[in-house]
């Protein structure tokens, strides 16, 4: 899949401006805060319909106008497309596929698949749960238009039983409806988990050769699933939801007390292991960054296994991250990936990127200058 051109309006701190993008590699070069990182959010708009940063929606909008035009032409394997992003200040966004205005946001998810790693993802190794969760709903989305469905049912569920929860006694019946909630609990949360155990087991396989290569086959690396509900490990459909179940069961009367959904896939975690011990607590440095990178090559070869197209590859400012042998691998690890790069100083980049074919854009207060082949 490739991004061939880039038009944004009134986007950030751009005017306006017009990108034709290399095949390969892009390098965005030029000091702190001169917009490399808002081309970037740019493209990824156009992929998932959210920014990756913590911003609201308005402020995508360049300071002083009212709205604001993203849009990419895209290349994939059998047929080209338009995707453009219309923001207009405190209304809802507009996506539009060549042209044609979605019903929802959501439905432009998939279509231009990406990978973004940026120094911000050393939280899916160090940070909470949540990050980890987050991490794997925005890549199960990407591949699995039910997921997003599910996920948003989901979270609806959690709600209402919460509040009978909260309210178990005030009602009578309210002891009978609780069956109908907990049944919907355990449906859809067993087909959340069902579906991010598989995506944990593929990320799985391709993330341990990849560690291994990284670290010369010095070190294994292991990922697993944790399910708050039980061990789900080869368990089927039926099996899982009868697991949750029988938690649900169990435990009526303690989350009753709290008034709260305790169990179910909104507090599973995934555990991030190093040679057997868990990486966020007992990895150094070194393979802490290992296993990120590790993970988000995964994360390419799962976009690829899943739609037969590589998806494009995001660098924010990754690359000061990694020490020179870790650097090398992964620019030696995309070729064939359209890749987009930002970096403060390309003179390591110059040296590791002699013979890509690539294109350099200096950007310089909003503006993209020199452009260099
Ligand atoms: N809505 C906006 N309108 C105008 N300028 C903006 C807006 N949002 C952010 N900026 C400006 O964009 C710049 C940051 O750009 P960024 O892409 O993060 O820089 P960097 O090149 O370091 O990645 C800052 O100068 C900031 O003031
Ligand atoms: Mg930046």
Request: hydrophobic share 35%; net charge positive.
């Amino acid at each position: 899949m490739i991004v061939s051109r880039l038009k944004v309006k009134n986007y950030r701190n751009f005017n306006e401006a017009e990108i034709v993008f290399n095949d390969s590699l892009n390098i965005f070069v030029g000091d702190n805060g001169q917009g490399k990182t808002n081309l970037m959010e740019s493209i990824y708009l156009t992929s998932i319909g959210r920014t990756f940063r913590l911003n609201s929606e308005n402020e995508l909008i360049k300071f002083n106008e009212n709205n604001s035009v993203i849009a990419v032409n895209l290349q994939k394997s059998n047929y080209n497309m338009k995707i453009e992003l219309k923001l207009e200040k405190n209304k809802k966004k507009q996506v539009l596929i060549n042209g044609v205005k979605l019903d929802k946001t959501s439905e432009m998810i998939g279509i231009l698949n990406n990978v973004i790693f940026t120094p911000d993802d050393m939280k899916i190794v160090k940070g909470s749960p949540i990050e980890r969760r987050k991490f794997i709903n925005i890549d199960i989305s990407q591949i699995k238009p039910k997921y997003k469905y599910l996920l948003n049912s989901y979270k609806k569920i959690c709600t209402e039983r919460n509040m009978l929860l909260k309210n178990y006694y005030i009602k009578a019946e309210n002891k009978e409806i609780i069956g109908i909630w907990n049944d919907y609990l355990i449906n859809t949360g067993t087909d959340i988990v069902l579906y991010r155990y598989e995506y944990v087991n593929k990320l799985k396989k391709y993330a341990m050769n990849i560690y291994s290569d990284i670290s010369g086959n010095k070190e294994e690396f292991d990922l697993i699933y944790l399910c708050s509900f039980g061990n789900i490990e080869n368990m089927d459909k039926s099996e899982i939801r009868s697991l949750f179940h029988n938690k649900i069961s169990s435990n009526f009367n303690q989350e009753l007390q709290n008034k709260t959904t305790m169990f179910g896939p909104h507090k599973d975690d995934i555990i991030i292991k190093i040679n057997g011990r868990e990486c966020k607590y007992f990895g150094s440095q070194g393979q802490q960054r290992s296993a990120i990178l590790a993970i988000k090559l995964a994360e390419i070869e799962i976009i690829r296994e899943e739609t037969g197209e590589y998806p494009i590859l995001l660098l924010d400012d990754v690359l000061s991250e990694l020490d020179n042998k870790r650097k090398g691998f992964l620019i030696n690890y995309i070729k064939g990936i359209q890749t987009f790069i930002t970096t403060t100083d390309d003179h390591d980049l110059n040296v590791l990127t002699e013979k890509y074919n690539k294109k350099k854009f200096y950007i310089n207060e909003g503006k993209i200058g020199d452009i260099i082949n």
